[in-house]
Nanobody, 128 residues
Framework: QVQLVESGGGLVQAGGSLRLSCAAS????????AGWFRQAPGKEREFVAG????????????SVKGRFTIAITISRDNAKNTMYLQMNSLNPEDTAVYYC?????????????????WGQGTKVTVTP
């Protein structure tokens, strides 16, 4: 079973940057797709960015396009892989709990219900 652990959240002023990490372990990730989602208080969980775990095409929500970058590093033995979300030019509307997620199959989906493995979430707060 794949396990995901996020880190890197915190408090930042508007215009600042943060990098989130998602450490994945438990099995080979060949054939998986992965993504970042976020959930602000009182709102539904929404797609932020996604990619196949092999690091192919990337996809972004319009609200973060040009500001956020998703990337994956794969260990030589494929035993531990890490997904990142570099977030630049943050604004208060980016405040949320951010989750990384993985799904069977290489196709990226923007629907949270298509992902079967989730991390515990990391909180990002952007102050004006």
């Amino acid at each position: 079973q794949v396990q995901l652990v996020e880190s890197g959240g915190g408090l930042v002023q508007a215009g600042g940057s943060l990098r989130l990490s998602c450490a994945a372990s438990g099995r080979s990730f060949s054939g998986y797709a992965a993504g970042w989602f976020r959930q602000a208080p009182g709102k539904e969980r929404e797609f932020v960015a996604g990619t196949s775990w092999s690091g192919g095409r990337t996809y972004y929500a319009d609200s973060v396009k040009g500001r956020f970058t998703i990337a994956i590093t794969i260990s030589r033995d494929n035993a531990k892989n890490t997904m990142y979300l570099q977030m630049n030019s943050l604004n208060p509307e980016d405040t949320a709990v951010y989750y990384c997620a993985a799904k069977n199959g290489p196709g990226v989906s923007m629907r949270p219900e298509d992902y079967n493995v989730w991390g515990q979430g990391t909180k990002v707060t952007v102050t004006p």
